[in-house]
C-alpha cells in the first residue's frame, strides 16, 4: 500500500512539473490506479455539490453540451459537403474534427441519461422484489457505475498523456492539440460520476422515508 501511495505520489509530482513525458511514464505505474480513484470520487462528489446549488447546471451543462456539439457537428458536414462538391474546395480538419465533437456528444449524453435512469435496468423485474431487494439493486448499479467510470477515468487519462507526450496534433490544422479533445472522455466520466452521486443521495433519502425507489423511466423523458 506504501508503494502504491509512493507511485501515485510520484505521479502528482510529474502533473506539477507540466513535462507531457514524464506524466504519460508515471501513468504507467499502478499508483495511476490510485490516482483516478482519488479523483473520480472527488470530481465527481464537487460537481454533484455544483448541481446541488444551481437548478441551471442540473437541468442544462449536458444538454447545453450535446446541442452545441451536435449543431457544430451539423454545421461543419453542411457547409463542407458543398464547398467540396460546389466550389471544389474544403477545409483540411472538416473530416477529421467531427468525430471528436460526437465522442463529446456521446460520453456526456450517458453522464445525462445515468442522471435519468434510462439505462437498463431491468426495472419489471425489480419491482417485484421486497424494498430490501430493490435498494440492493440500486446500490450495485451505483457501485458499478463508478467502478466502470474510475476504470474509464484512469485509462482515458493514460491515451490523453500518451496523445500529449507525443505532440499529436488534431489532423488538418497546425495548432491544435489532439489531447484537448481527448481529454473531453475523464471529463464525461467524472460528470457521470456526479450523476451516480446525485441518484445515490436521491435513493437512499427515498429509502430512509419510505417513497418508492424505483419508477420506470422512458427514454427521451425529463
Known sequence: MLALIEDAARLVSAIGSNDAWAISSAMRGPGAWLFGAVLTAVGGGALA????????????FERVLMVSCYLLMAGIIFVEVFRRFVLSEQAPWSTT????????????GCAYNVRLRTHLAFSELRMALPRVGQFACICLDHLL???????VVVTSLRVVANSASNYQILLGTDNVMQWWLLASVPLSF????????????EDIANF???RNLINPQAIGAD
Open 208 to 210: 430512509r422515508h419510505g
Open 190 to 201: 467524472i460528470a457521470m460520476a456526479a450523476r451516480t452521486f446525485e441518484n445515490a443521495a
Open 49 to 60: 455539490l455544483l448541481y446541488s446549488r444551481s437548478s441551471l447546471a442540473d437541468r442544462y
Open 97 to 108: 474534427l467531427p468525430p471528436f465533437l460526437f465522442l463529446i456528444l456521446t460520453w456526456f
Open 145 to 151: 457505475w463508478l467502478v466502470f467510470c474510475w476504470i
